[in-house]
């Protein structure tokens, strides 16, 4: 029997678990998406079921423009992750490169130290972090999400990186070194652009935990004027009564951004997480 005959009932396998591991993380997307255009009744009645003339409906959606600052709330979140990527990328890849292309004392000790930052979750120092922006005055700021985000997302954005840079030729960076390139040019020039795909994997992997998150701005920023989306989804659960239409639509607008961001950088993100798997 040939290899292509053996392997075919494995490379369908393989795909059929695929298949259902999307279908059952897509599905809740989905269910919100497809209920966030139905009326009320329409949700509780048949919650499976696509819109018709009859059970459509924008409530929802007109509710979250009216009554919710949703703009406002969308325009933190976008400040927030925005600045928190950027600053995770680059002193992320500042960091990577350091441990990857200098040796000094201590260098696998400190690869080793940030590494605990992906296995213990920033969550157990909240209170130790709410003190520190008490007595820092960033309460109630969006300075005080960004710095959270960036300390949250360094670990792994080094641990992805330092292991890409150390496949970068090192005769291309000493011939930018020949050449007269200092090291900030050589990791500008020469090393981040040949490590762009694994910065879209990180770039994606940071976003999403923090577009998604509600701990921090519940704790760091609750106030109105620096509420983020998932925050400010809030507004529409109550007590005794929650306007589903409107906790829906807002979801729904909230899922947007990620979706645009894995449509710009799926070829990146691919690219990044099949070389890693090669190495």
């Known amino acids: 029997m040939s290899k292509a005959a053996t392997s075919l009932p494995r490379t369908i396998g393989a795909h059929a678990v695929l298949l259902t591991y999307t279908a059952i993380a897509l599905f ?7 209920n966030s255009f139905k009326s009320r009744n329409a949700i509780f009645r048949s919650p499976l079921s696509l819109p ?24 933190n979140s976008l400040i927030v992750t925005v600045a928190s990527l950027f600053f995770v990328l680059l002193f992320g890849a500042m960091a990577a490169f350091a441990l990857s292309e200098y040796r000094f004392k ?17 969550r157990l120092g909240t209170v130790a972090i ?3 922006m008490v007595a820092s005055g960033l309460v109630n700021t969006l300075t005080a999400l960004i710095l959270v985000y960036t300390a949250q997302g360094l670990p792994l954005a080094v641990f992805i990186l ?12 000493n011939a930018g070194r020949i050449d007269g390139l200092s090291e900030y040019r050589i990791f500008f020039r020469l090393v981040l652009p040949l ?16 577009w998604n998150d509600l701990w921090f701005p519940l704790i760091l920023a609750p106030s109105e004027a620096t509420k983020t989306v998932t925050l400010g989804a809030q507004v529409f659960i109550g007590q005794f ?4 239409n ?34």
Not at 195 to 210: D, G, K, L, S, Y
Request: net charge neutral; hydrophobic share 60%; proline share 4%.
């Open 195 to 210: 490590v762009r795909p694994a910065m879209a994997t990180v770039a994606v992997f940071t976003m999403i935990p923090i």
């Open 130 to 132: 709410l003190q520190l």
């Open 52 to 75: 018709t003339a009859e059970t459509f409906d924008l409530i929802g959606y007109t509710t979250v423009m009216a009554q919710g600052d949703f703009f406002l709330y969308f325009q």
């Open 246 to 279: 409107a906790v829906l639509a807002a979801l729904s607008l909230a899922i947007l951004p990620v979706l645009i961001l894995y449509f710009f950088f799926s070829r990146q993100l691919i690219r990044g997480i099949t070389s890693g798997a090669v190495k």
């Open 28 to 34: 809740p997307v989905l269910v919100i998406v497809v």
């Open 106 to 122: 201590g260098n696998t000790m400190m690869g080793l130290y940030l590494a605990l930052g992906i296995m213990i979750p920033i």
């Open 241 to 244: 009564v929650t306007n589903w």
């Open 162 to 173: 330092s292991e890409f840079m150390k496949q970068v030729s090192d005769d291309l960076k």
